[in-house]
């Protein structure tokens, strides 16, 4: 199928998650992932109505918001402190904040630039090796120091589930990020505000949005398996 069939299929989906759980679908942004793609596949999306689309790499980041400026960017892959720059003030939001000191270079960055950084805090659930993010004890400590940073601003919380074609195996992730999302939103940190709930891919965006996902990050099920 193309991707208008594609598109159809997954806001049916979108729609049928979110009933199921007494959701409004609005409540849910669906992030085209272009990782994958070209400008050409970007724009036929773009024409089909889509305005939000994320990105792994920097490099790329960039180029696309380049050439789609309307369209609002996100960054999803883990950043390295020195494409810092190539990010901030060109993604519209941060999905991916792992570590202490990319918050600290997201917050000098900013203020260099004079703008606020909206990034989500990445958590580390998964007790992959190779995910990264924080880790649930440690949250705490990292919102609260936040306050101490001028430009930086969490908005809310992501995860990644491990890959699997059983999506219910994603679910107590996506339970438990939304416990601890839930939790932070009745507190009160300075420069945090729990706003988005990140969480959900091709694979497992329904049972993302039925544990309370309020943006989901599908690529391969929207652009099939396309190279440039």
Same mark, same amino acid.
């Given at each position: 199928?193309?991707?208008?069939?594609?598109?159809?299929?997954?806001?049916?989906?979108?729609?049928a998650?979110?009933?199921?759980?007494?959701?409004?679908?609005?409540e849910v942004?669906?992030?085209?992932?272009?990782?994958?793609?070209?400008? $050409?596949? %970007?724009?036929?999306?773009? !024409? #089909?109505?889509?305005?939000?689309?994320?990105?792994?790499? @920097?490099? =790329? &980041?960039?180029?696309?918001?380049?050439?789609?400026?309307?369209?609002?960017?996100h960054?999803?892959?883990?950043?390295?402190?020195?494409?810092? $720059?190539? %990010?901030?003030?060109?993604? !519209? #939001?941060v999905?991916?904040?792992?570590r202490?000191?990319l @918050?600290? =270079? &997201?917050?000098?960055?900013?203020?260099?630039?004079?703008?606020e950084?909206?990034?989500?805090?990445?958590?580390?659930?998964?007790?992959?090796?190779?995910?990264?993010?924080?880790?649930?004890?440690?949250?705490?400590?990292?919102?609260?120091?936040?306050?101490?940073?001028?430009?930086?601003?969490?908005?809310?919380?992501?995860?990644?589930?491990?890959?699997?074609?059983?999506?219910?195996?994603?679910?107590?992730?996506?339970?438990?990020?939304?416990e601890?999302?839930?939790?932070?939103?009745?507190r009160?940190c300075q420069?945090?505000e729990?706003?988005?709930?990140?969480?959900?891919?091709?694979?497992?965006?329904?049972?993302?949005?039925?544990?309370?996902?309020?943006?989901?990050?599908?690529?391969?099920?929207?652009?099939?398996?396309?190279?440039?």
């Amino acid at each position: 199928m193309g991707i208008v069939e594609n598109l159809h299929n997954i806001q049916q989906k979108i729609a049928a998650a979110a009933r199921r759980c007494g959701r409004d679908p609005q409540e849910v942004t669906l992030i085209a992932v272009s990782k994958t793609v070209g400008l $050409k596949a %970007v724009e036929q999306a773009m !024409a #089909l109505g889509l305005t939000h689309f994320g990105e792994n790499r @920097a490099q =790329e &980041l960039k180029q696309k918001q380049g050439h789609f400026p309307e369209a609002r960017w996100h960054m999803i892959g883990r950043l390295q402190t020195n494409k810092v $720059k190539d %990010v901030v003030g060109t993604a !519209a #939001l941060v999905h991916s904040l792992d570590r202490w000191s990319l @918050a600290e =270079e &997201l917050d000098k960055r900013g203020g260099l630039m004079g703008i606020e950084v909206p990034a989500l805090l990445q958590v580390s659930l998964a007790g992959e090796a190779q995910k990264t993010g924080v880790l649930v004890p440690d949250i705490e400590e990292f919102l609260q120091s936040v306050g101490q940073l001028k430009w930086l601003r969490i908005k809310g919380l992501m995860t990644m589930a491990p890959l699997s074609e059983d999506s219910e195996e994603s679910r107590p992730i996506f339970k438990e990020l939304h416990e601890i999302y839930r939790c932070y939103k009745r507190r009160t940190c300075q420069n945090v505000e729990m706003r988005h709930l990140s969480m959900g891919m091709s694979q497992d965006f329904e049972s993302a949005i039925e544990e309370g996902a309020t943006m989901i990050r599908v690529g391969t099920a929207l652009f099939g398996e396309q190279n440039r």
